[in-house]
């Protein structure tokens, strides 16, 4: 059993930063593709990005890829989303999810469907 909380969320203007994280319980942490997803008002959650168990391979939506970037600190047991140039599009609650089949191409990961394990959210707010 993994449990996630995530953290960092907040409200910031277009252009602005922010980052967030996802503390992750349990000693299998390593073992785990992480993914990051978002959910807007009155939209379907969709894919942000995802990371391997090591970090050495990462997959991003397109709308975020050379915005976002996402790491991880395994001796932490933590995942983190840095958000730079963020726009107000970017406005929703954000999830960090745990996936522990594989291993598959990277972007198999892409689909939430595979996912085990999911955080409560944290809400970003981006203002024009």
């Known amino acids: 059993q993994v449990q996630l909380v995530e953290s960092g969320g907040g409200l910031v203007q277009a252009g602005g930063s922010l980052r967030l994280s996802c503390l992750a319980s349990?000693?299998?942490?390593?073992?785990?593709?992480m993914g990051w997803f978002r959910q807007a008002p009155g939209k379907e959650r969709e894919f942000v990005g995802c990371?391997?168990?090591?970090?050495?391979?990462?997959y991003y939506a397109d709308n975020v890829k050379g915005r976002f970037t996402i790491s991880r600190d395994n001796a932490k047991n933590t995942v983190y989303l840095q958000m730079n140039s963020l726009k107000p599009e970017d406005t929703a609650d954000y999830y960090c999810?745990?996936?522990?089949?594989?291993?598959?191409?990277?972007?198999?990961?892409?689909?939430?469907?595979?996912?085990?394990?999911w955080g409560q959210g944290t809400q970003v707010t981006v203002s024009s």
């Open positions: 999810a745990a996936d522990r089949r594989g291993p598959y191409q990277i972007a198999t990961y892409a689909l939430e469907s595979g996912y085990n394990y």
């Open positions: 990371i391997n168990w090591s970090g050495s391979s990462k």
């Open positions: 349990g000693r299998t942490f390593s073992s785990y593709v």
